[in-house]
C-alpha cells in the first residue's frame, strides 16, 4: 500500500476521507459546549433533513424524553461525563412532525486548554428501519400466538364434543314438558356458541381449512343480507346494491357468509344497533397501478364494500383492528376474533380487504376477490 502524503493530492489523507465522505450515507455533525448543532453533512441531509432541520438547536430542544429510546440513558451518561459513545439510537423531532429515529456516535473535543468544546459525531437515519423491525416482531408474534391459539383450540373442541353431542342425543329422548329440557337446551345452545368461537379460532391459525370451489359472491350475499335483515334491530336500514349475482370466485359459501355476518355485526355495534349499513357487490376491472397496490394476482375482480354511519375507527387503531383478540368492546361482549377471521379468510382467497374512514362518518371495508377462471362447461 502506498504511504499516505500530507498534502491534498489523490493519495493524500485529505483527498482520501474526501472520497470516503461522498460514499457514506451517514450525516457528519458537529455541536458546540452548549450541545447546540452548529453542522450538519452528509447525503441524509438533502434527502429527509433529520439533522438539517436541527441546526443552531440545543439538544434538549429535539430531544424527546417522552418518546421511548432504551438509549437515552447511555447517551445521557457519556454526555454529562464528556465521553464519548456509540450506536446510541433514539427519536428526535423537528418542525412539529413526527419523530424521526437516528443512530448516533459522538466523540467529545476540547481546547488545547483542556476545555469542553463539544462533539464531533456521525449519524444514521433508522425510521424505516425501526419500522421494518417492528413490523417483523409483529409477525413473529402473531405467527405465534396463530400456533398457541390453535393448540388450545384444539384441546377445547375435543370437550366440547361430548358436550353438543350428549346435550342433543338427551334432548331427543326427553320430552317438551319435562322441566330439565330448558336445561339441556341452554347447555346445548352455548355449547354451540363456543364450538363456533373454537371454529374461528382454527380458522385463524389456519389449522383448518375448509374446501373451496366456485362461488356466485353476489348470490351468497345478497341471501345472507335477507336473512339479516330480519335478525338485525328495525332501528338498521340495510341499503343494499348487489348488481352482479353470476360472476364466481374461488372461495367457500360458508366463510363468504362469515365474512358478511361479521362485518354486519361490527358495523351494528359501532352504531349503537341505530343507523344505515351499505353494502354493494360489482364486478370490477382493476388499473394496473391497483392490482399492483393490492397485491392481486388479476385485474378482473368482485369488489364488495360494507359500510355503515357510525362514529368511525379512530386514527390511533385504525391499524390494530385485524389483530387477533384486540377488541374495543367491553369485557365479554366480544372475543376480538371477527376482523382478524375475515382479513384470514379474503387473503386465504388471495384477495385483499382494506378498511376507509372518517370521524363522525362511519366505516367503510372494501374486500376485493379474484374472479375465478371458467371451468370446463361453465360460462
Not at 292 to 315: C, K, Q, Y
Not at 358 to 369: E, H, R, V, W, Y
Request: with cysteine; glycine share 10%.
Amino acid at each position: 500500500m502506498a504511504p499516505l502524503s500530507s498534502g491534498d493530492g489523490p493519495g493524500s489523507v485529505i483527498e482520501r476521507l474526501r472520497i470516503l465522505l461522498e460514499l457514506t450515507s451517514d450525516d457528519i455533525w458537529e455541536c458546540d459546549a452548549e450541545l447546540r448543532l452548529t453542522m450538519v453533512q452528509g447525503k441524509i441531509t438533502d434527502q429527509r433533513g433529520a439533522l438539517g432541520a436541527l441546526l443552531g438547536r440545543q439538544a434538549d430542544e429535539f430531544l424527546d424524553p417522552t418518546l421511548p429510546a432504551e438509549d437515552f440513558p447511555r447517551l445521557r451518561a457519556a454526555v454529562e461525563a464528556r465521553q464519548p459513545f456509540r450506536n446510541c439510537a433514539f427519536p428526535v423531532r423537528a418542525s412539529g412532525g413526527e419523530p424521526e429515529w437516528v443512530r448516533m456516535s459522538g466523540h467529545p473535543l476540547f481546547t488545547s486548554d483542556g476545555r469542553f468544546a463539544g462533539y464531533l459525531g456521525t449519524s444514521t437515519l433508522i425510521t424505516e428501519e425501526r419500522h421494518r423491525l417492528a413490523a417483523e416482531r409483529r409477525r413473529q408474534q402473531l405467527e405465534s400466538l396463530g400456533q398457541l391459539a390453535g393448540g388450545v383450540a384444539h384441546e377445547f373442541n375435543n370437550l366440547l364434543v361430548p358436550i353438543t353431542m350428549l346435550s342433543k342425543l338427551s334432548l331427543s329422548q326427553i320430552g317438551d314438558s319435562q322441566p330439565l329440557r330448558m336445561y339441556l337446551e341452554t347447555i346445548h345452545e352455548n355449547g354451540w356458541k363456543a364450538a363456533q368461537i373454537v371454529r374461528s379460532v382454527l380458522t385463524y391459525a389456519r389449522q383448518m381449512t375448509p374446501s373451496t370451489g366456485p362461488v356466485a359472491c353476489g348470490e351468497v350475499i345478497a341471501e345472507r343480507v335477507h336473512l339479516l335483515r330480519q335478525a338485525l334491530p328495525p332501528s338498521v336500514v340495510i341499503d343494499a346494491d348487489i348488481s352482479d349475482c353470476t360472476t364466481k370466485v374461488l372461495g367457500n359459501a360458508s366463510e363468504l357468509s362469515q365474512i358478511v355476518v361479521n362485518l354486519f355485526n361490527n358495523a351494528c355495534d359501532a352504531m349503537s344497533e341505530y343507523g344505515k349499513l351499505r353494502c354493494s357487490v360489482q364486478r370490477a376491472s382493476l388499473a394496473p397501478h391497483e392490482r399492483s397496490l393490492n397485491g392481486m394476482a388479476t385485474s378482473e375482480v368482485i369488489r364488495i364494500e360494507i359500510g355503515d354511519t357510525g362514529p368511525g375507527i379512530p386514527a390511533d387503531i385504525r391499524d390494530r383492528i385485524f389483530e387477533p383478540f384486540f377488541t374495543t368492546k367491553p369485557v365479554g361482549q366480544g372475543t376480538g376474533l371477527g376482523l382478524s377471521v375475515v382479513e384470514g379468510i379474503v387473503k386465504d382467497w388471495g384477495g385483499h380487504i382494506a378498511v376507509t374512514s372518517l370521524p363522525g362518518k362511519g366505516a367503510t371495508f372494501t374486500i376485493l376477490l379474484p374472479v375465478a377462471e371458467s371451468g370446463p362447461g361453465e360460462p
